[in-house]
C-alpha cells in the first residue's frame, strides 16, 4: 500500500517568512495529491491539492509543487500570517482509492 | 463550497453504551464517506469506507461489529460505538466525496468539523 512521510513535524517562522513542508509517497501510481490544515479541535481543510499531470500550482499565497520522477512533492506558504498556525496534512492516492495521510506538521507563526 | 456536518460535536458516554454519530453532506450528494479516527497528536487513521446501499469496507485492525457503518442516504452516514470503553475515546472524523466531481481523478474529499468521544 501507499505510504506518505512528512517533514518536518513542527515548524516555526517569524511572522512574514516561508514555510516549507515537505513529503514522499512510494506507489508509483498515486496522482492526486491534497493538502489539508487542521485548527486544533477540527476536522482538517483542503487547502490546495495537485494532480499527477501538473507539476506546481499555486493559489495566493499557497503552492504545491510535484516531482513525480523523485515522488516528492511540497506545501509553500509565503508572507505567513499566525493565523497560518496549524497542524498540515499531505495526503497522496490513486484515483478512487483510499486517501494515505502522511504524519502531520505543526506550523507555528510567530508574530 | 461543499459542506459536511457531524452530529453530535462531543460526546460523553459511560463504559459499556454505546454511541450514534452522524455525517451528512448538506450541499451535494456523496456516494462515499469515510470514517477516520484521530489520537492527540497524530494522523488521521481511516477505520472504514462507507458506500451508500452497500456494506462498510472495513480497514485492518478494526472491528466491524464494535463500529457499526450505516449509509443509508447519499447525504447521511452514521458511526455507531458500540459497547464503547475509555480506549475508544478520540476525534472521530468522517468526509465525503462528491461523485459528480469530473475533473482529474474526481478523489477530493470534503471533512465534517469532527467528533469528541469520551468514554469515561
Known amino acids: 500500500g501507499e505510504n506518505v512521510e512528512q517533514h518536518p513535524s513542527t515548524l516555526s517562522v517569524q511572522e512574514g517568512d516561508s514555510a516549507v513542508i515537505k513529503c514522499t509517497y512510494s506507489?508509483?501510481?498515486?496522482?492526486?495529491f491534497p493538502w489539508y490544515k487542521q485548527e486544533l479541535g477540527k476536522g482538517p481543510q483542503l487547502i490546495i491539492d495537485?494532480?499527477?499531470?501538473?507539476g506546481e500550482k499555486k493559489d495566493q499565497r499557497i503552492a504545491v509543487t510535484l516531482n513525480k520522477t523523485a515522488k516528492h512533492f511540497s506545501l509553500h506558504i509565503t508572507e505567513t500570517q499566525p493565523e497560518d498556525s496549524a497542524v498540515y496534512f499531505c495526503?497522496?492516492?490513486?484515483?478512487?482509492?483510499?486517501?494515505?495521510f502522511g504524519t502531520g506538521t505543526k506550523l507555528q507563526v510567530i508574530p | 463550497g461543499a459542506v459536511v456536518s457531524q452530529h453530535p460535536s462531543w460526546v460523553i458516554c459511560k463504559s459499556g453504551t454505546s454511541v450514534k454519530i452522524e455525517c451528512r453532506s448538506l450541499?451535494?450528494?456523496?456516494?462515499?464517506m469515510f470514517w477516520y479516527r484521530q489520537f492527540p497528536k497524530q494522523s488521521l487513521m481511516l477505520m472504514a469506507t462507507?458506500?451508500?446501499?452497500?456494506?462498510?469496507?472495513?480497514e485492518q485492525g478494526v472491528e466491524k461489529d464494535k463500529f457499526l457503518i450505516n449509509h443509508a442516504s447519499l447525504t447521511l452516514s452514521t458511526l455507531t460505538v458500540t459497547s464503547a470503553h475509555p480506549e475508544d475515546s478520540s476525534f472521530y472524523i468522517c468526509?465525503?466525496?462528491?461523485?459528480?466531481?469530473?475533473?482529474?481523478?474526481?478523489?477530493?474529499?470534503?471533512f465534517g468539523p469532527g467528533t469528541r468521544l469520551t468514554v469515561l
Open positions: 450541499d451535494f450528494q456523496a456516494t462515499t
Open positions: 468526509s465525503a466525496r462528491d461523485y459528480r466531481t469530473t475533473s482529474g481523478s474526481g478523489n477530493e474529499q470534503f
Open positions: 506507489d508509483s501510481a498515486s496522482n492526486y
Open positions: 462507507s458506500n451508500e446501499g452497500s456494506k462498510a469496507t472495513y
Open positions: 495526503a497522496a492516492s490513486e484515483g478512487y482509492q483510499k486517501v494515505t
Open positions: 495537485i494532480r499527477s499531470n501538473v
